[in-house]
C-alpha cells in the first residue's frame, strides 16, 4: 500500500512546488518588467543609462554631457584651468552634509568629494586631478562607468570615445579655461603686476 501511495505523494509534492513557483512569475504586460526588476537584487553590473555623449558649452567653455536627446544631461565633464576635470552629476539637490562621488572604471576607483553646482539644473559636481589615474582610465575606456552617490541609484555611464577625444584636448591645453577660471587668471596676473611695482 505504501509503494502504491508514495509516488502519488512525489507527483502531488513536485505539482505543489512547481506552483509556488508559477506564482513568483508577473503576469505579461510592461509591469512584468517592473516587478522583476523590484525582486532582483542589486548588482554591479547594471545596463548602461539611455542617452548618448554629446559636445555642448556651459558657461562659455567646451565641455560633454551624457543624455537622452532633447532632455536635460544626466551627467557631463569639464576641463578647468588646471588641465583636471570637473564630475557633473546633474537633477541631484545638494542638501545638508554632502556624499561623496564614487566614480569606478574597470579596476580604477575614486571616492570624491562633492559640492553643489549652480544652474537651472541642481548638480553635485567633484574634482579630479588631471595627474590621476583615473583621468587616463576614463579616456581610454571601453568599458561602463559608475557613478554612485550617496543612497540614490547608481548612473552606469556608456563607453565613448568623444570622452577620450575630450579629455585628450584638456591635458593637451586645446580647450580655453572656463569664464570664472579666467577671470581669476587675469586677477591673480594683475595682482603680481601690482605687488612687483
Known amino acids: 500500500m505504501i509503494r502504491r501511495v508514495l509516488p502519488f505523494l512525489i507527483v502531488l509534492l513536485a505539482g505543489c512546488a512547481r506552483s509556488e513557483d508559477a506564482s513568483l ?115 581610454r575606456t571601453t568599458t561602463p562607468i559608475a557613478i554612485r552617490i550617496g543612497d540614490s541609484a547608481p548612473l552606469i555611464l556608456p563607453a565613448s570615445a568623444t570622452i577620450g577625444v575630450y579629455i585628450g584636448e584638456c591635458q593637451t591645453g586645446a580647450l580655453p579655461a572656463s569664464r570664472g577660471d579666467a577671470n581669476a587668471n587675469a586677477a591673480a596676473a594683475a595682482n603680481a603686476a601690482d605687488a612687483g611695482d
Not at 555642448?56 to 543624455?67: H, N, P, V
Not at 545638494?94 to 568629494?113: I, K, N, Q
Open 25 to 139: 512569475v508577473p503576469s505579461g504586460g510592461n509591469d512584468s518588467a517592473r516587478t522583476v526588476e523590484t525582486v532582483r537584487p542589486e548588482r554591479d553590473d547594471e545596463e548602461p543609462a539611455l542617452g548618448e555623449w554629446r559636445a555642448t558649452l556651459q558657461d562659455e567653455q567646451r565641455a560633454i554631457e551624457f543624455g537622452p536627446r532633447g532632455a536635460p544631461p544626466l551627467f557631463s565633464i569639464v576641463c578647468d584651468a588646471r588641465r583636471g576635470l570637473m564630475l557633473q552629476r546633474h537633477g541631484l539637490e545638494p542638501a545638508g552634509d554632502l556624499p561623496v562621488m564614487l566614480v569606478s572604471v574597470g579596476s580604477e576607483t575614486r571616492r570624491l568629494a562633492v559640492t553643489g553646482g549652480e544652474g537651472p539644473i541642481p548638480m553635485l559636481r567633484a574634482s579630479l586631478n588631471g595627474s590621476d589615474t583615473l583621468v587616463a582610465a576614463l579616456a
